[in-house]
């Protein structure tokens, strides 16, 4: 069983603090999607890595890949209201017909 | 372009009822997963269809089932319901298999058993 652990769970912050949030595994993965959660909504992708070292950047999000595929990290410069939601990373293996989904970590970010 | 509807957008059932769930997917996209997230945890995969044909199944007891059809189109079936079914079913759609494709999620149904 492929097991995907965020960290940390819930994160409180200020209005133009930089935050990062990490999501591991023991297994190797072919691609690490992040995705970000609304209340009442479904998730929706951010960005998908597959190549082991690789960074994306998405105006004020970064993401990382890890050299061995198996864990990754977000980080967010100058925090926004906006950016509140629940950060889902989500891994697919070649072979599986699905994604592994980590529990997400819960981001509130107060003006 | 419409993107992945589900039906209904709430729904409360008591124990033993069953429940049908719908969801169509985007106009183009082959590929239907179903995904159940309880409150407070990332959703948890129950099936993926592709081309009309199961190509995946979550650790999810009998009384889940689903089905694909011609227009691509999928319905998710629980029977017996248990309080602990209690969650937001989630669809998704891809052109081809998941775990390569982006995945477009509907915005879900919100299931209570009572």
């Known amino acids: 069983t492929q097991l995907l652990e965020q960290s940390p769970q819930f994160l409180s912050i200020q209005e133009g603090e930089n935050l990062t949030v990490y999501c591991n595994s023991s297994s190797v993965f072919s691609s690490l999607q992040w995705y970000r959660q609304e209340p009442g909504e479904g998730p929706v992708l951010l960005v998908t890595?597959?190549?082991?070292?690789e960074v994306k950047k998405l105006k004020r999000l970064t993401f990382q890949f890890g050299d061995a595929r198996k864990d990754s990290s977000l980080h967010i410069t100058a925090a926004q209201p906006g950016d509140t939601g629940l950060y889902l990373c989500?891994?697919?293996?070649?072979?599986?017909?699905?994604?592994?989904f980590g529990k997400g970590t819960m981001l509130l970010v107060s003006p | 372009d419409a993107g992945v509807t589900q039906s209904p957008t709430h729904l409360i059932k008591t124990r033993g009822q069953h429940v049908t769930l719908r969801c169509s997917p985007i106009s183009g996209h082959k590929s239907v997963s179903w995904y159940q997230q309880v409150l407070g945890q990332g959703p948890q995969f129950i099936f993926q269809?592709?081309?009309?044909?199961?190509?995946g199944r979550g650790n999810f007891p009998d009384r889940f089932s689903a089905r694909q059809f011609p227009n691509y189109s999928s319905e998710l079936n629980v029977n017996a319901l248990l309080l602990g079914d209690s969650a937001l079913y989630l669809c998704?759609?891809?052109?081809?298999?998941?775990?390569?494709?982006?995945?477009?999620f509907g915005s879900g149904t919100q299931l209570s058993v009572l």
């Open positions: 890595v597959v190549t082991g070292g």
């Open positions: 998704a759609s891809s052109l081809a298999h998941p775990s390569r494709e982006k995945l477009f």
């Open positions: 989500a891994g697919g293996s070649s072979g599986y017909s699905t994604l592994t």
């Open positions: 269809y592709y081309e009309k044909e199961e190509r």
